[in-house]
């Protein structure tokens, strides 16, 4: 059974950076493909960024495009989200999801696993 376990959140002022961790156990890290999802309060869940299996192709939705990096370590089984530029818009609880897979995905439906989240709060 894949665990996921987000950290690294927090509270930033708006213009700040945070950099997410997401750690695997369990499975072959190196074979699923990983994203990243965020729901604000009042609001749905919403697709923020993925990569693919091998680290080499990656997509984001256009609000954070410019402003955050997705990334992989496999032999950490850890995957990145680094967010500069913070707006509070951005201010979310942060999921990581995995499934094995080597496209890209960005639904929440196309993911099996999924961690427990991490609070990140921007003020402005």
């Known amino acids: 059974q894949v665990q996921l376990v987000e950290s690294g959140g927090g509270l930033v002022q708006a213009g700040g950076s945070l950099r997410l961790s997401c750690a695997s156990s369990?499975?072959?890290?190196?074979?699923?493909?990983m994203g990243w999802f965020r729901q604000a309060p009042g609001k749905e869940r919403e697709f923020v960024a993925t990569?693919?299996?091998?680290?080499?192709?990656?997509y984001y939705v256009d609000s954070v495009k410019g402003r955050f990096t997705i990334s992989r370590d496999n032999a950490k089984n850890t995957v990145y989200l680094q967010m500069n530029s913070l707006k509070a818009e951005d201010t979310a609880v942060y999921y990581c999801?995995?499934?094995?897979?080597?496209?890209?995905?960005?639904?929440?439906?196309?993911?099996?696993?999924w961690g427990q989240g991490t609070q990140v709060t921007v003020s402005s």
């Open positions: 999801a995995s499934r094995d897979g080597r496209l890209l995905y960005t639904r929440e439906n196309n993911y099996d696993y």
């Open positions: 369990g499975g072959t890290f190196s074979s699923y493909a």
């Open positions: 990569i693919n299996w091998s680290g080499d192709s990656t």
